[in-house]
T-cell receptor
């Protein structure tokens, strides 16, 4: 069964360092998302990405964050200068898109997550 | 205001019994979707079931069913014949509109299945 894959599964970094989290979406999916889950808390939407641009972002997604799909396969989340409060599980998610830009109304496929620990 | 509310932080159920996990939502959009995800201790998010706001019948997927009461704005998850492997955190989530994968999640309910 096709799946969303994420790397690394766990990364430990020093405060102020740059971090890049990578996601390989399901091949025919067109809509990509990043979500964050601080330990013990609910999952929060960060950003949605379609047609090589951000379509929506949350208040959490400030100037320290960026996303791109540099090579047509990987979908990356970059945190420019990490802070202690960036420690969380980061989930990539994708969904299939229909012709005309209307997204499928069913399942959102999540990757297994990348756990980021900022020291 | 909370858009998705899960009022049960923790639940216990005896193996082989049924359990209902509560979820209420708030939206003014007539078109929305409701999801349930399971998160075991390993951390991944596993899709369980989906209900669209215009769906006439309650969604079912194997042992999972969604008790959708639109007027009450509730979307409770029913797990029948609980198994030890069902022990996990369960999240209810909502998508507003038909063209986005942006989900709003509830706080989650931890379910423990007792042998």
């Amino acid at each position: 069964e096709p799946e969303v894959t994420q790397t690394p599964s766990h990364q430990v970094t020093q405060m102020g360092q740059e971090v890049i989290l990578r996601c390989v979406p399901i091949s025919n999916h067109l809509y990509f998302y990043w979500y964050r889950q601080i330990l013990g808390q609910k999952v929060e939407f960060l950003v949605s990405f379609y047609n090589n641009e951000i379509s929506e972002k949350s208040e959490i997604f400030d100037d320290q964050f960026s996303v791109e799909r540099p090579d047509g396969s990987n979908f990356t989340l970059k945190i420019r200068s990490t802070k202690l409060e960036d420690s969380a599980m980061y989930f990539c998610a994708t969904t299939i898109g229909l012709a005309g830009g209307k997204s499928y109304t069913g399942e959102l496929f999540f990757g297994e997550g990348s756990r980021l620990t900022v020291l | 205001a909370q858009k998705i509310t899960q009022t049960q932080p923790g639940m216990f159920v005896q193996e082989k019994e049924a359990v209902t996990l509560d979820c209420t939502y708030d939206t003014s959009d007539p078109s929305y979707g409701l999801f349930w995800y399971k998160q075991p201790s390993s951390g991944e998010m596993i899709f369980l079931i989906y209900q669209g706001s215009y769906d006439q019948q309650n969604a079912t997927e194997g042992r999972y069913s969604l008790n959708f009461q639109k007027a009450r704005k509730s979307a409770n998850l029913v797990i029948s014949a609980s198994q030890l492997g069902d022990s996990a955190m369960y999240f209810c989530a909502m998508r507003e509109g038909r063209s986005t994968g942006k989900l709003i999640f509830g706080q989650g309910t931890t379910l423990q299945v007792k042998p």
